[in-house]
């Protein structure tokens, strides 16, 4: 039993939790601010995990970001739920049949990585407020407090970055290098 924990959770480590910011910014562009990320990210570890434990798994990433986008999926189709309602409505061992999800996943997961080139692509002072922001989900005023800037220049930044994103991912996209 301790071997089996200590491979789960090495497994973990190596194969999951590198995907989190990832995971987290994905979440945060394509889904509503009401979500709570952090449940919504740990459900999905717990589920991820039930998962391999049942059956070995190829891609625990694409598995992840499919599980995580199914969890908000639902979260959004009924924002009124209980937490334990829904625990309690929906059997855990319906979740390991995401096989038609693989696709969009794959798609999803290469608009991340153009996103995260245009991210990197973004000057220093503009990238640090925008990942901030974005990945860590910190407020204007903490980013002020933390990079040493008024949260009017944090405002301005987020901006710049948005824009120049969108126009990065525009300029991606006539390229043809999807």
Not at 19 to 29: K, Y
Not at 154 to 178: H, S
Request: charged share 30%; aromatic share 10%; glycine share 4%.
């Amino acid at each position: 039993m301790l071997n089996e924990n200590a491979e789960q959770s090495r497994w973990f480590h190596e194969k999951l939790q590198p995907h989190e910011p990832m995971l987290r910014a994905w979440l945060q562009s394509r889904f509503p601010s009401r979500l709570d990320l952090d449940d919504l990210i740990q459900e999905s570890y717990l589920r991820v995990l039930k998962a391999h434990a049942r059956v070995p798994m190829d891609n625990p990433k694409a598995f992840l970001f499919a599980t995580a986008r199914n969890l908000a999926l639902d979260y959004v189709k009924q924002p009124k739920f209980s937490r334990t309602d829904y625990l309690e409505q929906h059997d855990f061992a319906d979740f390991a049949d995401e096989g038609a999800a693989i696709p969009d996943v794959v798609a999803r997961n290469q608009e991340l990585e153009i996103l995260t080139k245009a991210v990197q692509a973004l000057p220093k002072r503009c990238r640090q407020a925008f990942t901030l922001a974005k990945i860590y989900g910190m407020s204007h005023k903490d980013i002020a407090r933390k990079l040493g800037i008024s949260r009017h220049t944090v405002a301005v930044q987020l901006r710049i970055g948005i824009v120049k994103c969108m126009e990065f991912v525009e300029e991606y996209g006539k390229k043809g290098t999807y």
